[in-house]
């Protein structure tokens, strides 16, 4: 792993425009864009699965105070309370408690999901991956005093602020991102287990992954006030109390530090190498295979394959806050960093592109000329020319059909001279080359003219 002298000059020279993935000139220290962005707090921590961690603390625990945030400041942890909640649910799979692919319906007492003449069930596995067309919900958190309970979440009555929870898409035709799902998966596995849901992930997840510094309980932050960073506004305006309480622990509600992030996307890691003690391979590949095909999310986990880039894991944002916590397999390691503003978006995203150039490692071995020549096919029919001139590619679209050399990088990548694009020539066993062909950190694939379906 780096050393922690690396991680700082990285700080030091983060880049504001991430969307090319490349460098560019326009480079600024982390304080300046916590001034900038108006984020008063910031933690990070960088990990390996050998077990090396360095983590660091930079501003304060809430605008206009001194009291500094630590590597111990625990800060809301948003959705990635959905990846933590996901390999609970997966250690209840894996112990035969639960089944992916049962009917909810088959460990819901306390509350059901309201019967739609003709629909499906729903099941487990549609929740973790939010395919189960449930209510489009985003949690806004409560005051302490005024927070409903669960099934008051889920029923939408009392003092909720979110609509009762029903099936609003046919379940497993689509993704839909919403915390809803979580909201049931919540409430299904303490109906299961009949365990509050704070103690069952304290027990099955925190305690094992040594997450000293983390809790799903709401009461957590009112326990240990002065290491606990205050969420604020857009504009610097602190959110009154600090911070809000969220009933919907599954979705929203673990409380937590960078340091017991990463913790956990490497024990997944492990996990999928068949080195971890806690979940099994299979279980752990589930996690990282997309639900639906062509998608971006697993069991619980975001996931980004894009430009030879491989990591895993998770976003969020509640009111207040936000955070990722992610892990690139290919060199095992994590970075996880976290926020007390909802304008700490834009730097987060500079400093995860900074660990995507330190920790994306997969090298793209250069296809031979002779075998990626040809037409390629984009979506609409858009076609794309590949040919071989003087020794080099060139490349001709139908929005420039006058053929341009394309530049050969050492890793096996070729870029279009004055645009922000890069081509790429992959193969999957013994089948034709397809093309990608990335723009703005967005990869699409153009296949071989001839492969084209009829």
Not at 1 to 25: A, F, K, T
């Amino acid at each position: 792993m780096d050393s922690p002298q690396d991680w700082v000059s990285l700080l030091g020279q983060l880049d504001r425009q991430v969307s090319s993935g490349r460098l560019s000139p326009d480079i600024a220290a982390l304080p300046d864009l916590m001034s900038s962005y108006d984020v008063p707090g910031v933690s990070i921590a960088v990990g390996h699965v050998s077990g090396q961690v360095w983590a660091a603390g930079f501003g304060v625990l809430a605008g206009g105070t001194s009291t500094p945030v630590t590597r111990s400041t625990a800060f809301a942890a948003c959705s990635i309370s959905k990846h933590v909640a996901a390999f609970g649910a997966l250690l209840l799979v894996q112990a035969g408690v639960l089944d992916l692919d049962a009917d909810i319906d088959e460990y819901l007492t306390s509350w059901r999901l309201p019967d739609r003449e003709g629909q499906h069930g729903v099941t487990v596995r549609q929740l973790l991956a939010h395919t189960a067309g449930l209510s489009d919900t985003w949690y806004r958190g409560y005051a302490a005093d005024r927070a409903p309970s669960l099934v008051q979440v889920l029923e939408g009555s009392g003092a909720t602020t979110t609509p009762p929870v029903r099936r609003t898409l046919l379940p497993g035709s689509r993704f839909r991102y919403s915390g809803s799902h979580y909201s049931v998966l919540q409430q299904l596995m303490v109906d299961a287990t009949g365990t509050p849901f704070e103690e069952l992930l304290r027990t099955l997840v925190l305690e094992p992954l040594a997450m000293a510094d983390s809790s799903f309980d709401q009461r957590f932050p009112h326990q240990r006030p002065d290491q606990v960073a205050h969420g604020h506004h857009v504009g610097g305006t602190r959110v009154p109390g600090g911070w809000r309480t969220q009933p919907e622990l599954a979705a929203a509600g673990l409380w937590s530090t960078p340091t017991d992030l990463l913790r956990l996307d490497l024990e997944i890691a492990r996990a999928a190498s068949g080195d971890s003690k806690l979940l099994t391979r299979d279980l752990a590949i589930q996690m990282w295979t997309p639900q639906i095909t062509g998608g971006a999310y697993g069991l619980g986990t975001e996931l980004d394959e894009r430009g030879g880039r491989r990591r895993f894991g998770h976003t969020g944002l509640n009111v207040g806050y936000t955070c990722f916590s992610y892990v690139w397999p290919d060199s095992g390691t994590a970075v996880a960093a976290m926020t007390n503003s909802e304008d700490g978006w834009e730097l987060l995203v500079s400093i995860r592109a900074a660990a995507d150039r330190r920790y994306a490692t997969t090298r793209i071995t250069a296809a031979p000329l002779g075998d990626v020549t040809g037409r390629y096919v984009l979506h609409d029919d858009y076609a794309i020319d590949i040919a071989v001139a003087d020794g080099q590619l060139t490349f001709a679209a139908a929005a420039a059909p006058q053929p341009v050399v394309l530049l050969a990088d050492p890793d096996g990548r070729y870029r279009h001279p004055g645009l922000d694009l890069e081509v790429r020539f992959v193969r999957t066993d013994d089948q034709p080359y397809v093309l990608e062909l990335r723009q703005e950190g967005v990869t699409q694939i153009a296949r071989p003219a001839t492969a084209q379906p009829e």
